[in-house]
């Protein structure tokens, strides 16, 4: 982390192992004429859970997603720990970044979906299995040892031979959860991960969210609308709108006594829909 980090105390006092924290510096996100991100700025502390709320359309995915170096920033710095995401030293310089050091970083970077994104063609233990063996280059019988062993954490150990559509949401998604942490991210991102799912099977996904934050020391940025789930799961709520964060403060702060008209706004609207 840069030295100007401004570590959030609830975040610092909660023990954490090795997990790295983020910071985004005056980050910028086009795309065509329409500014998604406007020299935004924002800090997760080592091993802080963030929630990030906002209306649809301002640019949450797209936070995640720069993470996940599947966009492209366009100004600006990311830093995951005390390096750079999109960019590298040389020479003193900071140089747009290679293949080698974004392969690098992005091996710190996990990520759940909305729409799980599981690997169609591939059984569940191939889903788990793939990713630890081709770009970790771990091999392929600690790879399916692990796999099993989330399959079970999950509650899916019977469904190793299954494909994704022989699955529920709910199944799909705890596969999609297990997936990410068999490539041992330091940092979890959650993506709305239970809005496509039925209402029954919400609570089962998000009870084992609950425990996989309270039980592990990843750093975790969550975007979520579900309000319960935020106040379990994070330390922290960010209020994000029009390129840059509104307000931020713990759960009961935000969504008991915000102090901007258009976080009270927003929410209001998510009450009622
Ligand atoms: N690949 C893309 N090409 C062009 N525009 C995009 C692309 N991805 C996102 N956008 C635009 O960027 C803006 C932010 O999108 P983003 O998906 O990040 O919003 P969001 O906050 O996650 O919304 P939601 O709550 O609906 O998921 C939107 O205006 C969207 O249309
Ligand atoms: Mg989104």
């Known amino acids: 982390m840069p030295p100007t980090d401004t570590t959030p105390e609830k975040g610092a006092a909660r023990p954490h ?6 910071r985004f510096e005056k980050v910028v996100k086009r795309f065509g004429h329409n500014v998604v991100l406007r020299e935004l700025d924002f800090t997760v502390a080592p091993g802080e859970r ?16 720069l993470l996940m170096t599947l966009e492209k920033l366009d100004d600006g710095v990311i830093w995951i720990g005390d390096d750079t995401l999109w960019h590298m030293d040389r020479g003193g310089k900071r140089v ?10 992005r091996k710190q ?11 169609p063609n591939m059984n569940v233990l191939r889903n788990l299995t793939e990713g630890p063996v081709r770009v970790l280059g771990v091999s392929k019988g600690e790879a399916v040892e692990r796999a099993r062993g989330l399959l079970d954490m999950v509650g899916l150990a019977d469904k190793v031979d299954a494909h994704p559509s022989q699955l529920s949401g709910g199944q799909q998604q705890r596969v999609a959860i ?7 991210p330091k940092v979890l991102l959650l993506d709305e991960v239970t809005s496509a799912l039925d209402p029954e099977l919400v609570v089962g996904v998000q009870d084992l969210l609950r425990d996989i934050a309270r039980e592990s020391d990843l750093t975790l940025l969550c975007v979520t609308h579900e309000m319960t789930f935020a106040k379990d799961i994070s330390d922290r709520v960010l209020m994000f709108d029009q390129g840059q964060i509104v307000e ?26």
């Open 109 to 119: 970077v996990g990520m759940v979906f909305q729409q799980f994104n599981l690997f």
């Open 17 to 22: 192992g090795d997990a790295p924290g983020i």
């Open 96 to 105: 747009p970044a290679n293949q080698k050091h974004l392969h690098e970083m």
């Open 248 to 273: 931020e403060g713990p759960p009961d702060q935000i969504f008991g006594e915000p102090s901007e008209q258009r976080t009270r706004d927003f929410l209001q609207a998510v009450l009622a829909s």
């Open 50 to 65: 963030v929630t990030l709320i906002g209306p649809s359309g301002s640019g949450k995915t797209t936070i995640l997603r």
């Open 178 to 184: 297990a997936r990410a942490l068999a490539m041992e």
